[in-house]
């Protein structure tokens, strides 16, 4: 075992706090990562407050992670000592049941195993996440991260990044397809550069106005307030796709409006209040309402290949490791330009 400085949740209501947390030893199959940088997501805040039920504290937190490879099992083929990988949303699955088989760990039949608040199937224990100096991870959920994509930016796209290319790949966005993007934050800045990318005519429905030149910048053809009732005659029966990105409750009737017949909305925003759908606003034009959950690891993979190709990057705020609290505050207040990054290098006892 080895013992590193990680930031850890003491209970839902205090502040995060400095420690230390135990990381087994490297098994045949395992790749031991000495962190670098850790982005923080917003499942993280919902995780260590309890908004999506109890957790065991303390609880360190973190599944946008990147470093670089210290040491490996005896039968790891995948990756070599000072390779640059990453570590998303899942450090194993069955490996057996069909969805695993067909590269959907992430909707594995019998529950992947999160990097954090997972239960270890190497040693029982409960995961902790990337907040931390180091991880222990089976080779086969370490992704090559590409040298070309600038190190101390490229984490959020392990979560944020995959999150919103899992479902513009599913749904088939492609030259020219409508696509709206509700809520731009950490996931939702990521969609409009990725949808973007992939040819696709992106609108940002945004809270306010504020961050309409930063959705222009990023590769979208407009940008609208959902503040402003007038967005929702505007844009009604507009698009072919919808990514709700927001963390909260939403009226979900008023954007499903915006979909053209057949068109879909995708849910990946994961709020604790239960979200409401009225008939109506599906049936009359056959719309979908659907969910979305990451992405599995060969997709994951491609998404890391398909932006180093691209030049695709988050926009990164780097912090030191003091002041995750008030990044959180900040994230809660929508107040993040785009993503938080942890410089873990500010760990060191
Ligand atoms: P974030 O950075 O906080 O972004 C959320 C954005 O939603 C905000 O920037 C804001 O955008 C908008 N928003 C926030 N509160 C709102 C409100 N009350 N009404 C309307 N809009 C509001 O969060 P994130 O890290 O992108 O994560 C977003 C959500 O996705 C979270 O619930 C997270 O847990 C979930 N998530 C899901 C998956 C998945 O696999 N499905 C993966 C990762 C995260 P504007 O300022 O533009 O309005
Ligand atoms: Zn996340």
Redo the contacts with the bound molecule.
């Keep these: 075992m080895r013992t590193v400085t990680a930031y850890a949740a003491p209970s839902a209501t205090e502040p995060l706090v400095k420690t230390t947390i135990e990381r087994r030893d490297v098994g045949p199959k395992d790749v031991m990562i000495e962190i670098a940088y850790a982005g923080i ?3 993280d805040i ?1 995780t260590v407050r309890g908004e999506w039920g109890e957790i065991q504290y303390p609880q360190v937190v973190g599944h946008e992670i990147v470093g670089t490879v210290s040491e490996v099992g005896s039968e790891v083929t995948k990756h070599q000592v000072g390779d640059r990988v990453g570590v998303g ?1 899942m450090v194993n699955s069955c490996g057996e049941c069909e969805y695993c088989l067909r590269g959907d760990e992430q909707y594995c039949a019998k529950g992947n195993v999160g990097t954090y608040t997972g239960v270890d199937p190497a040693d029982g224990t409960i995961t902790q996440g990337g907040y931390s100096q180091a991880v222990v991870v089976t080779e086969d959920f370490v992704l090559r991260v590409p040298e070309s994509l600038d190190y101390d930016k490229v984490a959020p796209l392990l ?2 990044g995959i ?1 919103l290319y899992s479902p513009l790949h599913h749904w088939g966005v492609t030259e020219g397809t409508k696509v709206a993007i509700v ?6 800045h990521m969609g409009v550069k990725i949808a973007a990318a992939l040819g696709a005519e992106v609108t ?1 429905l ?3 106005t504020s ?1 309409e030149e930063d959705s222009l910048r990023f590769g979208a053809k407009a940008h609208y307030a ?1 503040s402003d009732e007038q967005t929702f005659t505007d844009l009604a029966n507009s698009f072919d796709l919808i990514v709700n ?4 409750k ?1 009226d979900m009737g008023a954007y499903l409006n915006l979909l053209r017949v057949d068109g879909t909305l995708v849910n ?4 604790s209040e239960p979200l409401e759908v009225p008939a109506f606003a599906l049936i009359p034009a056959r719309r979908s309402w659907a ?4 992405g599995g690891i060969r997709e994951t993979q491609e998404m890391l290949d398909f932006c180093a190709e691209h030049g695709i990057l988050p926009e990164t705020e780097l912090i030191s490791a003091d002041q995750i609290n008030e990044a959180y505050e900040r ?2 207040a ?1 107040d ?1 330009r ?2 938080f990054v942890i410089d873990t290098a500010t760990m060191a006892p």
């Design positions: 997501c917003h499942s919902h949303c979560c944020a999150t809520g731009m934050g950490g996931l939702g940002v945004s809270q306010t961050k959902t990105t927001v963390s909260a939403i990946v925003g994961a709020p969910g979305s959950a990451i994230v809660l929508s993040v785009y993503r």
